[in-house]
């Protein structure tokens, strides 16, 4: 389908920054085709009008944990040991795999209405990641949560055969190649060195990059020191994953050699701020990873731990914290952070999506700019970071394909949503 959006306020790449500019833009099947006047020739089934209205590039969730969704504020105020591994596992352990549907349904309704396009999940029941994602027609990269070693040789193996079967079913799906995996070795304190070194092994055969969790909390690092005489960062270094484009959830608590390792080795940070904050965990070190020059990207990690998976609250808080910990204002830009959302997921992902430009895939939130909070609209870019809180997204395109038009889902049905996750509740909520 041609899409035609007349009179749009866009926020354009420019060089490094970003530039508002009112234009045309136009969208041939899944790509821009043009953001400047309309060509002639560009007939289009479908007319946007555009005026009063702002476009940006589909936000990207670097990690998240969508069926957590139903564990929203079951597990709060608890130290990160605690959520984990006394609260948020045994409930994972009565989780059906048609629970872990709904609440990935749930995660891309909420994602998509304030404006994410395309998120990196890590899921136990991979598939059901899979069905949620191709139905509510976002884009995503899945992988199935690898944990074990010799502890639990025949569930480490389960978990990378499921990984492997979910991926060739994958194969069959009519998707346009919106949904794509990575491998996702859990943590190092999930996994044992034997069973990171297989999947190394398996990433390299398969041609697939990795998704894990790093150095999110003091108590991994001290443990890593103990166990290993080594930093977690450099653990992994050693145990050859950096070898392949990797994706390292949270990087909270890094020494400047870890550093150094991230940057040089090209491994991408998703840094969830709101995440690694409610458990008590710190907060990456942003503006250091910045000047070594490492890829940082944003994610909302899951809901039990968040609890929304709104991308604009998690740009806003993430320029706030590094302004008042280090009492510098310049310390995390928005233009930093709306790139953080975008264009560095996408190069995180290798995805062809992240900026509004003719060629890339056409992933794009329309806000309604008739808000109190946007006006005036004298800085688009500080108004998304500071001001917005993901209620103006009014249309979703994804792929091409609009999925969300003046706030009316056009690939799923909400209530029925809602009706499942509340049965679900019953079985954990308190
Ligand atoms: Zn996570």
């Known amino acids: 389908m041609n899409i035609l959006i007349k009179n749009i306020t866009a926020l354009l790449p420019d060089g490094e920054g970003i530039k508002a500019k009112i234009c045309d833009i136009c969208i041939s ?11 002639e020739n560009f007939i289009a089934q479908k007319v946007i009008n555009g005026s009063g209205k702002m476009a ?12 957590m969704t139903v564990f929203r504020n079951v597990a709060d105020d608890l130290s990160f040991q605690d959520w984990l591994m006394g609260n948020i596992m045994p ?34 029941f991979e598939g059901q990641s899979v069905r949620a994602a191709y139905e509510s027609g976002m884009r995503a990269v899945i992988s199935r949560g ?30 346009n190649g919106r949904i794509s995996f990575l491998l996702g070795p859990h943590a190092i304190y999930t996994c044992d060195n034997g069973y990171l070194s ?82 008590g ?11 070594a020059g490492v890829n940082i990207c944003l994610g909302t990690d899951g809901a039990a731990s968040n609890n929304a998976l709104n991308m604009f609250r998690e740009m806003g808080i993430l320029s706030l914290i590094h302004k008042g910990a280090l009492e510098e ?22 995805l062809e999506t992240g900026v509004i430009s003719p060629g890339k895939k056409a992933d794009i939130a329309i806000l309604d700019l008739d808000v109190p909070q946007f006006r005036p609209l004298n800085n688009p870019v500080s108004a998304l970071c500071y001001s917005a809180n993901g209620s103006e997204v009014e249309t979703v395109i994804i792929d091409g394909n609009i999925v969300m038009e003046n706030r009316r889902m056009a690939t799923l049905d909400e209530q029925r949503i809602f009706f499942e996750v509340e049965r679900i509740r019953n079985k954990f909520g308190k």
């Open 29 to 39: 099947g899944d790509r821009i085709v043009s953001v400047d006047s309309a060509p």
């Open 146 to 175: 690898l944990s074990g070693g010799e502890s639990d040789k025949a569930g480490a193996k389960r978990r990378i055969d499921e990984a492997l079967r979910e991926m060739d079913a994958a194969k069959s799906l009519d998707d």
């Open 91 to 124: 409930l994972e352990d009565q989780l059906t795999s048609e629970d872990g549907y709904w609440g990935a349904m749930l995660g891309c309704l909420e994602m998509i209405k304030t404006g994410t396009t395309c998120f990196t999940d890590m899921h136990m």
């Open 198 to 279: 297989e999947i190394v092994a398996l990433a390299k055969e398969k041609k697939l990059g990795l998704n894990v969790h790093l150095s999110e909390s003091r108590f991994e690092v001290g443990s890593c020191m103990e166990q290993h005489g080594c930093s977690p960062v450099e653990l992994l270094d050693k145990l050859g994953l950096f070898e392949l484009p990797t994706l390292a959830a949270h990087c909270v608590h890094l020494s400047d050699d870890d550093i150094s390792l991230l940057a040089k080795r090209g491994v991408s940070v998703a840094t969830n701020p709101i995440s690694n904050m409610k458990l």
């Open 281 to 291: 965990n710190g907060f990456a070190p942003i503006p250091k990873l910045q000047k």
């Open 56 to 67: 940006i590039p589909g936000l990207i969730n670097c990690h998240t944990h969508a069926y």
């Open 329 to 350: 204002a310049q310390a995390v830009s928005a233009v930093d952070v709306l790139n953080f959302a975008t264009v560095n997921g996408a190069k995180a992902l290798g």
